[in-house]
């Protein structure tokens, strides 16, 4: 039965205007969205073999359709912990207790599409402006079953009006290296990618970190506006939240050592730390004065002693606090309001409602948890775009990408233009005789290696930001693996052909290579599949080393021992048997085989009789142990070894991208 109100409800939602009037009652109601009760969160202690640290304590809490909970602590206290736990995005350790989504157990595959998390580093796109950063993700992340053009752009418009991003419209993101919008635009940016769907859930993991106080207390505002207008259920972690924002939250949720100290309505903390004993000053930030009450004072052994000691004494206090010790909490709150003055608080008093019935229901969830574990799931799916509408947006925004990168590009068509004159004078117009021999053979090589790191290792840069961008996306079920994988391909393939067959045509020409059509686009086959190989071994390093400075190692080395094993330093059969192995697995060896046929076929050499030198082509080639392979089979040989390490690339790149959450 709740299943089937459940799925309505989201349906709705989902359809429905961001700001929605039928929605929108401006307080927070009173359905509970989420449910905890009971969590503990251990992990190993790095410091003792065996023993489990315990980083939450018996954590229990809801949250309501509308009402915006603060996560308050010390560093270290557990916020972001909690936040995870909540969110669904816990990694290792074991978690216990129970999570309940509207009086249900969550579901994986629903829950991560019905609840955003924002997280504290903003991962975008730097050369998307803000409307182009929106556009894209409502068309990655809103099914087109269900919305036309006109609609997603009327979302994002609506997004960008909401959160009052019109001025910043048409500006790029930016990153360290181009100026972009602010820091207070990028968390609205990252949080109105996360509004695009309508959640019933939104966590925020501290999004007022490394903003001034204005733009702190707009990004709280806009988010806790937001979250009562459509009934969300706002859950944010914040690091000493100045007084104003801190009155803006419905409720708090103050952590100690894993441990609450209160959750309850924001104007009801001051009364309720002032009846166990803890008055806050009249002119103080609640939050300061709270958190310095929280905090471990590490100053001596005597002072960690007394707050650790207090710390427990909060803890158990509220422990012990239950709806009548409440109402006893309420009416001294009400006698010494006048004491309490301006600093207890702005939020309304409708909070003091929710706050009772917000302990009946804790008390309630245990027969809740009952009733769900008869079977009754949410599951909810909901509907997603297909394959082709996944690829087609990733490999716009990777084209949009792409073309803005001047850096990139100039680089790769600089370094084309300047390799090809370097390497054809350097070989200028090769002759027929003797010495010619080793050039040829020489241009060959330069020609492959040339096809190897220039590729390698820009694409390789660009390819790790996007690979940690996507990763971030799927966490929130975003698209396929497939797409992005394939759009990658798609994308960086040409951008590499253009540039290198200037490369290629330059040194052909000036070196003067055989002139001969058929020669000519034999090589230009053999040098593209060379980069198929390369761009294809790219994907592979950044898809299977998930360290950036462990790839950037582990990619040269390589593709170095492929040129020592690459059939110019060495001939094959004179390799020690123990190595001898690489060659099959070396598309240098293949490449520079391929090229040399090429070249060298029917090729005659000035050679006088009785001189010691190569007379033919055919000669370099036996002498040089390439004629293992016709030029098809080396080009069929690097084409499979391609296709390998794509795949390779994309297993990998699926076991990097698997969430692995527990879940509860
Ligand atoms: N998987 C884990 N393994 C080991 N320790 C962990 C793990 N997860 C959390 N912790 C520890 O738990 C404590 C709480 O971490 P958490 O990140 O939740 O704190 P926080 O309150 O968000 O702090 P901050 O405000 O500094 O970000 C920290 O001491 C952290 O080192």
Redesign the pocket.
């Given at each position: 039965m709740s299943t089937a109100f459940d799925e309505e409800a989201i349906i709705e939602g989902v359809k429905a205007p961001l700001i929605d009037s039928s929605r929108a009652t401006g307080t927070p109601s009173t359905e509970v969205i989420l449910q905890w009760e009971n969590l503990e969160?251990k992990?190993?202690n790095?410091a003792e073999k065996g023993i489990l640290?315990t980083?939450l304590h018996q954590i229990s809490g809801e949250a309501r359709a509308g009402e915006t909970i603060a996560?308050i602590?010390?560093?270290?206290?557990?916020?972001?912990?909690?936040?995870?736990a909540l969110s669904g995005r816990?990694?290792?350790?074991q978690l216990s207790g129970s999570i309940l989504y509207r009086g249900a157990k969550r579901h994986p595959g629903t829950f991560k599409r019905i609840n955003a998390y924002v997280q504290?580093d903003d991962l975008m796109h730097p050369l998307l402006t803000v409307e182009e950063t929106l556009t894209y993700a409502s068309g990655l992340r809103l099914p087109n079953s269900r919305y036309t053009a006109e609609e997603k752009a009327e979302r994002v418009n609506s997004v960008i009006r909401n959160l009052r991003l019109e001025a910043a419209r048409n500006t790029k993101i930016g990153d360290a290296a181009t100026r972009g919008v602010s820091g207070g635009e990028r968390k609205r940016v990252s949080i109105g990618t996360e509004l695009l769907t309508d959640p019933r859930l939104l966590f925020l993991?501290?999004p007022t970190s490394g903003l001034d106080s204005n733009s702190s207390e707009l990004v709280v505002e806009l988010v806790k506006s937001i979250s009562a207008e459509r009934g969300i259920a706002t859950m944010m972690?914040i690091?000493q939240p100045n007084a104003r924002i801190f009155n803006t939250f419905d409720k708090v949720i103050l952590?100690s050592q894993?441990r609450i100290v209160y959750f309850g309505p924001t104007s009801d903390a001051i009364r309720y730390f002032a009846s166990i004993g803890y008055q806050c000053p009249m002119h103080e930030n609640p939050a300061d004065f709270f958190i310095d009450l929280m905090t471990l004072d590490y100053r001596s052994d005597e002072t960690l002693a007394r707050s650790k000691e207090q710390v427990k004494d909060l803890a158990e206090k509220f422990l012990q606090y239950s709806p009548e010790t409440e109402k006893t909490v309420s009416e001294l709150g009400n006698e010494s309001n006048k004491d309490v003055g301006s600093s207890s608080g702005s939020s309304t008093g409708n909070n003091s409602d929710t706050s009772n019935s917000s302990h009946k229901d804790r008390s309630r969830s245990k027969m809740i948890s009952f009733f769900n574990s008869t079977g009754s799931t949410e599951t909810l799916d909901m509907p997603r775009n297909n394959w082709l509408a996944e690829y087609s947006t990733l490999a716009r925004r990777d084209w949009v990408n792409l073309l803005r990168n001047v850096p990139f590009l100039m680089g790769q068509i600089v370094q084309a233009i300047f390799m090809s004159l370097l390497i054809g004078f350097m070989f200028f117009y090769l002759k027929h005789d003797a010495l010619s021999v080793q050039n040829r053979l020489g241009v060959m090589f330069i020609v492959i290696v040339n096809a190897t790191f220039p590729i390698l290792m820009p694409m390789l840069t660009l390819y790790y930001k996007e690979r940690d961008i996507m990763i971030r996306e799927r966490s929130s079920a975003t698209y396929r693996v497939s797409a992005f994988y394939v759009s990658k391909v798609t994308t960086l393939l040409p951008i590499a052909y253009v540039s290198n067959l200037v490369f290629f045509t330059g040194v052909y020409f000036i070196s003067h290579l055989v002139f001969d059509a058929g020669k000519y686009f034999i090589g230009l086959a053999t040098f593209f599949s060379m980069i198929a190989v390369t761009i294809s071994y790219m994907l592979l390093v950044g898809s299977a080393v998930k360290s950036v400075e462990v790839g950037f190692i582990i990619a040269p080395v390589i593709v170095t021992i492929q040129l020592l094993f690459g059939g110019l330093f060495s001939v094959p059969g004179t390799i020690t048997p123990v190595l001898r192995w690489i060659r099959w697995v070396n598309p240098i060896q293949y490449g520079f085989s391929s090229l040399a046929l090429n070249e060298l076929r029917g090729l005659t050499f000035d050679c006088d009789s009785g001189q010691q030198c190569y007379r033919n082509g055919e000669e370099v080639i036996e002498a040089y142990s390439l004629g293992r392979f016709t030029i098809w089979q080396n080009i069929l040989l690097l084409l499979m070894l391609g296709a390998f390490d794509a795949i390779l690339g994309y297993i990998c790149l699926r076991w990097v991208a698997k969430p692995r959450y527990i879940w509860l």
């Open positions: 969160y992990v190993k790095a640290r980083i996560i602590g010390s560093s270290g206290a557990g916020k972001t912990t909690l936040l995870n816990i990694v290792g350790g504290q993991d501290e972690t690091h952590l894993g």
